[in-house]
């Protein structure tokens, strides 16, 4: 088992940057290749960023590319989310995600956990 627990949200104005913080627990973080993924209110959960296990390859979605960068410490057993030039849009509730598998780190079906998510608010 891998707990996780998602820290950093917040209401933030349009343009500011946000620093979302992802810390587990349980099993060998570096065991796990993470994920963080977004749901808006009526929508699907959507892939937002992942990290592979060493931190050595990271992948983005297209809306967030440029914007958004993906990092994570071992020795502390976190994942960060730095998140630069908010928009309106990209309000949502984010989740972090820990899979073993070792590629479609776009598809929330390879993941074994997450945690309970953050709330990201961007007001226009």
């Known amino acids: 088992q891998v707990q996780l627990v998602e820290s950093g949200g917040g209401l933030v104005q349009a343009g500011a940057p946000l620093r979302l913080s992802c810390a587990a627990s349980?099993?060998?973080?570096?065991?796990?290749?993470m994920g963080w993924f977004r749901q808006a209110p009526g929508k699907e959960r959507e892939f937002v960023a992942a990290?592979?296990?060493?931190?050595?390859?990271?992948y983005y979605a297209d809306f967030v590319k440029g914007r958004f960068t993906i990092s994570r410490d071992n020795a502390k057993n976190t994942v960060y989310l730095q998140m630069n030039s908010l928009k309106p849009e990209d309000t949502a509730v984010y989740y972090c995600?820990?899979?073993?598998?070792?590629?479609?780190?776009?598809?929330?079906?390879?993941?074994?956990?997450w945690g309970q998510g953050t709330q990201v608010t961007v007001s226009s």
């Open positions: 349980g099993r060998t973080f570096g065991n796990y290749a």
């Open positions: 990290i592979r296990r060493s931190g050595g390859g990271t």
């Open positions: 995600e820990a899979t073993m598998g070792y590629s479609g780190y776009g598809d929330r079906r390879i993941y074994d956990y």
